[in-house]
């Protein structure tokens, strides 16, 4: 079946630091993919859809220049927390549209800000 | 506003029990509805995916139903395992390409 990958899996960083995440389709091109944060018992919280050659679309309350999204290439996108704080800790995760308009999820990433 | 709320948020079952998870809809003018798994601290597995213009999927113990008019999905379980214990969450997808996610039910099965 359909892999994306994610990585990192966890990091821990300082405040004021970047962080880049990346999900990749492994074995299918996906012309979009969206990126999704969960606080812990919470549900998953859509935060911006990522569409290969064009700027993402962010949801409401999402900053779109703090989660900078690129999605340069149809089995690549990244996204960067910039200047990332404690209150941006998180499990945040990418899902990648595959055929027949099914999503593929990646594993997940666990962002401790400290 | 579009949203989606699943019950029961918690159940705790023997093994080998039958459960019926539900899911329902706001706005019934969706794509898909998908069911999916998490386990803790990990990402989504998907379980069944069915199109607006069907009923019902099947895999395995899993049986997923939809009725659109209504706003419901019901995901059926048979013979529950220990190993079926995780959050499940189902999501609907809509024309605009967003997939909205209900507030998932946390199944813990116990031997």
């Known amino acids: 079946g359909a892999v994306v990958s994610q990585h990192p899996s966890w990091v821990i960083c300082k405040s004021g630091t970047s962080v880049k995440i990346e999900c990749r389709s492994l074995d299918f091109q996906a012309t979009t993919m969206f990126w999704y944060r969960q606080f812990p018992k919470q549900s998953l919280m859509l935060m911006a859809t990522s569409n290969e050659g064009s700027k993402a679309t962010y949801e409401q309350g999402v900053e779109k220049d703090k989660f900078l999204i690129n999605h340069a290439s149809l089995t690549l996108s990244t996204l960067t927390v910039t200047s990332a704080h404690p209150e941006d800790s998180s499990f945040y995760i990418c899902?990648?549209?595959?055929?027949?308009?099914?999503?593929?999820f990646g594993s997940g990433t666990q962002l401790s800000v400290l | 506003k579009q949203e989606v709320t699943q019950i029961p948020a918690a159940l705790s079952v023997p093994e080998g029990e039958n459960l019926v998870l539900n899911c329902s809809f706001t706005?019934?003018?969706?794509?898909?509805l998908q069911w999916f798994r998490q386990d803790p601290g990990k990402g989504l597995t998907s379980l069944l995916l069915?199109?607006?213009?069907?009923r019902e999927q099947t895999s395995g113990r899993l049986n997923a139903s939809l009725d659109k008019s209504s706003g419901r999905s019901t995901l059926y379980i048979a013979a529950s395992q220990p190993g079926d214990s995780a959050t499940y969450l189902c999501a609907v997808h809509y024309n605009t390409d967003k997939l909205i996610f209900g507030t998932g039910t946390r199944l813990q099965v116990f031997p």
């Open positions: 706005d019934s003018a969706i794509y898909n």
């Open positions: 069915i199109q607006s213009s069907q």
């Open positions: 899902s990648a549209m595959g055929r027949p308009e099914k999503l593929f």
